[in-house]
């Protein structure tokens, strides 16, 4: 079905008196005159416009600056500004933030004074209206994350494993089909960093396999999960999470085939490379937590989970999901896709959903590589203990890509590997380019 231009979702939806958001006009996602549009009838009706959302709080964000205004005098939504263009993907991260900001301030039950009172610009003159215009914009709110992560879903379908599913859907997705379309949702933030992961990794091995870093698992629903793992609850499942690995013929290019060097150690080097990139990017730079008990704001940096897996790496920003406060305020702010359990993954007592210890580490921070292996020292090349980085339960090692550099030159050099021609001088060079340590995270 195509999509319903801005001309079409005008004429079919009244500004003033709104279908509800489920039934507004399906839209291309990267239609910034319809996103306008959408977030203007359900979310802020002010579109920005004014500094007061109520008699008494300020307001503390602005409408994104890439975003066209509805203009009620022509009818029509005004021209894309022409700076601050991102790509699509942190334009609809920032929407996100947008509809993430509303959804505090309707959270907030306004005093109604004198029988009126605004929030958002919109007029709320009863409690029963409040509520009304409350739940169609917790319900627009859905509608928008479930667009935007299906569409960054999307954008990682090319670098799915062809050797994981082959002949069946997406390992992106889920496994699941809604109207003959596979169902898969990925946080933006998580395609992003594989995009800047990948364009580092395509700068070193690029030359080899396809190339990529290749994608084993991504979304998975409730359904699925339980079929491809033990365990209950995961971020794949809030569309929080992917596990990946460099190609195949990377990995099976080391000898020792049988002792899975070359897996693990691609393992420990991207869940380095991973964290490299969010720390190296200006996007990734910090988020600001609230409610942490604290009287100030905190500031995280935006750094992925990351757990080193005996047969993959897994990389996660569940916690940023949980960074957005106490179970309630979650339950106003972020979509019902995010949070697919009945109970809180931090509660020790939520009952017979309580996570594995791994789990709840996996939502509250992005901790600290524990171990990194950083230098490599040549007389224990044969006999490396992955215990040591994937130091289990908890996964968190890494490999940085110097040690890496220093490994391969050693086993091209020194101990007559020849890694099937593939792997070779030119990338410990380009290895020792890349910046050789990441900082401590706290
Ligand atoms: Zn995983």
Redesign the pocket.
């Known amino acids: 079905m195509a999509y319903a231009s801005i001309d079409q979702i005008i004429s079919q939806v009244d500004a003033g008196n709104p279908c509800s958001p489920d039934q507004f006009p399906d839209f291309d996602p990267e239609d910034l005159k319809a996103w306008a549009y959408f977030m203007h009838v359900y979310l802020d009706f002010s579109q920005g416009v004014g500094w007061f959302v109520s008699w008494n709080k300020r307001r503390e964000m602005e409408w994104p600056a890439f975003l066209p205004r509805y203009n009620e005098g022509s009818g029509r939504v005004d021209d894309l500004p022409l700076l601050g263009r991102l790509s699509h993907l942190e334009e609809l991260r920032k929407i996100l933030d947008y509809v993430s900001y509303c959804m505090g301030v309707w959270r907030i039950k306004p005093v109604i004074i004198l029988g009126v009172t605004k929030v958002l610009g919109f007029s709320i003159d009863t409690e029963a209206i409040y509520e009304a215009c409350f739940q169609r914009a917790k319900d627009a709110r859905d509608v928008a994350w479930e667009k935007v992560m299906s569409y960054s879903a999307r954008r990682l379908y090319p670098h799915a494993d062809p050797w994981e599913r082959p002949g069946g859907p997406n390992v992106v997705a889920s496994g699941d089909q809604k109207d003959g379309e596979d169902v898969a949702f990925i946080l933006p933030d998580i395609t992003l960093l594989y995009l800047e992961a990948n364009r580092e990794w395509q700068q070193v091995f690029g030359d080899i396999g396809s190339g990529n870093i290749e994608i ?2 991504g979304y998975r629903t409730q359904n699925w999960q339980r079929r491809v ?1 033990r365990a209950r609850q ?3 499942v809030a569309g929080a ?3 990946v690995l460099p190609p195949r013929d990377f990995y099976q290019a080391f000898p020792f085939r049988e002792r899975n060097y070359g897996q693990r150690i691609s393992i420990g080097y991207l869940c380095w490379l991973f964290r490299r990139a969010a720390q190296n990017s200006p996007y990734f730079r910090e988020i600001v937590v609230l409610n942490r008990g604290q009287p100030n704001e905190t500031r995280v940096p935006r750094m992925p989970k990351t ?1 080193c ?1 005996p047969g ?1 790496a ?3 920003f569940g916690w940023l999901l949980h960074a957005v406060g106490s179970r309630d305020v979650r339950q106003d702010v972020l979509p019902s896709v995010t949070r697919p359990y009945p109970v809180d993954a931090n509660d020790p007592d939520a009952g017979t959903d309580v996570p594995t210890s791994r789990t709840r580490g996996e939502f509250q921070g992005p901790g600290r590589l524990d171990h990194l292996w950083d230098v490599f020292n040549p007389t224990q090349y044969a006999t490396l203990n992955f215990g040591a980085i994937s130091n289990q339960p908890d996964y968190s090692g890494g490999i940085s890509a110097q040690w890496l550099a220093d490994f391969i030159n050693e086993a091209l050099n020194n101990r007559g590997w020849d890694f099937g021609r593939l792997i070779r001088q030119h990338h410990v060079d380009r290895l020792t380019n890349q910046d050789a340590r990441i900082g401590q995270i706290d």
């Open positions: 084993q698992s793992s995961s971020a794949h999470a992917i596990d757990l897996e993959t897994h990389i996660s």
